[in-house]
């Protein structure tokens, strides 16, 4: 095709496309002169600014085409490293033993993938995390950790601006490139001076994000990340209504990831041990994200109460560190132990409690066992008798049989009598509900001595 070039654009074999005159007169070049520099000579001699040429065969283009193909080849080499650092991070964090297998499928995986490259194609943030990768991998993998199980947990409860806190898990961090090298590598406990210089990488991570010209909307997660709900955090010691669902979110995932992720110093937590510290801590984070997320890894620790797929009620026996996610599971209504099946045709998609929380936070519990014990009678007296059973297992969890004999059996006797004597039952309902307990009570009986 024909392009109109100034002299300086004219290349060896470019071929002319019309004959070249001078004031019309005299006749310069003629159409199909191949351009060598002796053309381009005569040309500026008499003061010919452009010409109409054909460029030659296998040309790879003009110097801006050029210039376009090699932003092209620096673009596919900036995507090809960030894509290489998306699986390279993948290796260094992700495994069932931290993950569950919220990660064992292949769309959540090119999601995330996508949502990296379009976070990482901002070359303010991918800069700083090439550098933070080089000045503390640590620091760059947990970012990374962070931003794969933010996201995750983010999508599980339908957050809206999800790449925006995705971006703010990938860069909470970035205010540790401040802080002295000797403090951020040192292997060991922080003193308290340390420890106080260290707190300054939220302050930092704000500078960084204003300096950068980056959205505003980044500088209270980097800045609040280390609060907590009771106001024990930092910077400021805010406290729970302060707190925002982001930052609610970021603190549960940067803790879990700091725990589970190995240390030159010390050994990693078990994941169930992790969520076992934060569900000690629950004065900290948010109990009901906190759960969210304990149910978005399916991860139960030890003792926890939990609701299968198959709509039975199971108490966690034990948790098979590697694969967590299929512990020993105790129905409780005493019917079997059993693994969660290799193939999940069985899981576990809703925790109850677990013993602490019952211990810590008796007031909500007494109320959760009102409504169950609310649901035990009135499916008793209906005849819903599986429905009832279902709630007397929550009920007689942990209980022996002598309790559950007085507390559930006895009580229930009493409390359909007397609604019988006021007047409040019929007949039908009284009958059922008699013949319901009966069977409860064979259940119990039938119960192994192990669990008194
Ligand atoms: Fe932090
Ligand atoms: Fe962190």
């Known amino acids: 095709m024909a392009v109109i070039k100034s002299l300086p654009e004219l290349i060896k074999g470019d071929i002319l496309c019309d004959d070249i005159y001078f004031k019309d007169k005299l006749l310069l070049l003629s159409a199909g002169t191949v351009i060598n520099r002796e053309a381009v000579k005569k040309?500026?001699?008499?003061?010919?600014?452009?010409?109409?040429?054909?460029?030659?065969?296998?040309?790879?283009?003009?110097?801006?085409?050029?210039?376009?193909?090699?932003?092209?080849?620096l673009y596919s080499r900036q995507l090809f490293d960030i894509k290489q650092l998306f699986y390279e991070g993948l290796?260094?964090?992700?495994?069932?033993?931290?993950?569950?297998?919220?990660?064992?499928?292949?769309?959540?995986?090119?999601?995330?993938?996508?949502?990296?490259?379009?976070?990482?194609?901002?070359?303010?943030?991918?800069?700083?995390?090439?550098?933070?990768?080089r000045v503390d991998s640590y620091s760059y993998f947990h970012s990374f950790d962070v931003f794969l199980l933010g996201s995750l947990?983010?999508?599980?409860?339908?957050?809206?601006?999800?790449?925006?806190?995705?971006?703010?898990?990938?860069?909470?961090?970035?205010?540790?490139?401040?802080?002295?090298?000797?403090?951020?590598?040192?292997?060991?406990?922080l003193t308290k001076s340390e420890f106080e210089v260290m707190q300054n990488h939220t302050i930092y991570g704000v500078e960084w994000v204003r300096k950068n010209n980056l959205s505003p909307i980044f500088e209270q997660l980097i800045k609040?990340?280390?609060?907590?709900?009771?106001?024990?955090?930092?910077?400021?010691?805010?406290?729970?209504?302060?707190?925002?669902?982001?930052?609610?979110?970021?603190?549960?995932v940067d803790t879990y990831s700091a725990l589970t992720l190995k240390r030159p110093y010390r050994d990693p937590f078990t994941a169930t041990k992790a969520i076992e510290l934060l569900l000690?801590?629950?004065?900290?984070?948010?109990?009901?994200?906190?759960?969210?997320?304990?149910?978005?890894?399916?991860?139960?620790?030890?003792?926890?109460?939990?609701?299968?797929s198959n709509g039975k009620t199971a108490r966690v026996k034990e948790v098979n560190e590697t694969q967590p996610y299929r512990p020993i599971l105790e129905e409780l209504d005493g019917s079997g132990i059993f693994e969660l099946p290799v193939n999940l045709s069985v899981t576990?998609?809703?925790?109850?409690?677990?013993?602490?929380?019952?211990?810590?936070?008796?007031k909500n519990d007494n109320h959760l066992r009102e409504n169950f014990w609310g649901n035990y009678l009135v499916n008793l007296m209906n005849g819903n008798i599986n429905e009832a059973i279902e709630s007397y297992k929550v009920l007689a969890n942990g209980m022996s049989n002598e309790g559950i004999f007085i507390d559930i059996i006895v009580k229930s006797i009493k409390e359909i009598g007397e609604k019988w004597e006021a007047g409040q039952l019929s007949v039908g309902e009284e009958h059922d509900a008699l013949l319901g307990i009966q069977e409860i009570l064979s259940l119990t009986l039938e119960r192994p001595r192990k669990m008194d």
């Not at 000690?280 to 299968?308: G, Q, R, W």
Request: proline letters at 3%.
């Open 153 to 189: 947990f983010a999508k599980s409860l339908g957050v809206e601006d999800i790449k925006t806190f995705a971006t703010g898990c990938l860069i909470h961090d970035v205010g540790k490139l401040k802080i002295p090298k000797e403090i951020l590598r040192k292997e060991g406990k």
């Open 348 to 362: 576990i998609p809703k925790f109850i409690k677990w013993d602490s929380i019952y211990e810590w936070d008796q």
């Open 280 to 308: 000690n801590k629950k004065h900290k984070y948010d109990l009901a994200f906190l759960i969210c997320y304990i149910e978005l890894l399916n991860i139960y620790p030890t003792d926890s109460i939990v609701k299968l």
């Open 43 to 73: 040309l500026a001699t008499w003061g010919i600014r452009q010409v109409n040429v054909i460029e030659p065969l296998g040309y790879n283009g003009s110097k801006e085409t050029k210039r376009k193909k090699k932003d092209k080849i």
């Open 91 to 133: 290796q260094y964090v992700v495994n069932e033993s931290r993950y569950g297998y919220v990660l064992n499928n292949d769309y959540q995986l090119r999601w995330l993938e996508n949502l990296f490259v379009a976070i990482m194609s901002d070359d303010r943030i991918s800069i700083t995390l090439f550098r933070l990768k």
């Open 224 to 252: 609040s990340h280390h609060e907590r709900l009771d106001g024990s955090g930092y910077p400021e010691g805010l406290v729970d209504h302060e707190l925002s669902t982001e930052v609610r979110l970021l603190s549960i």
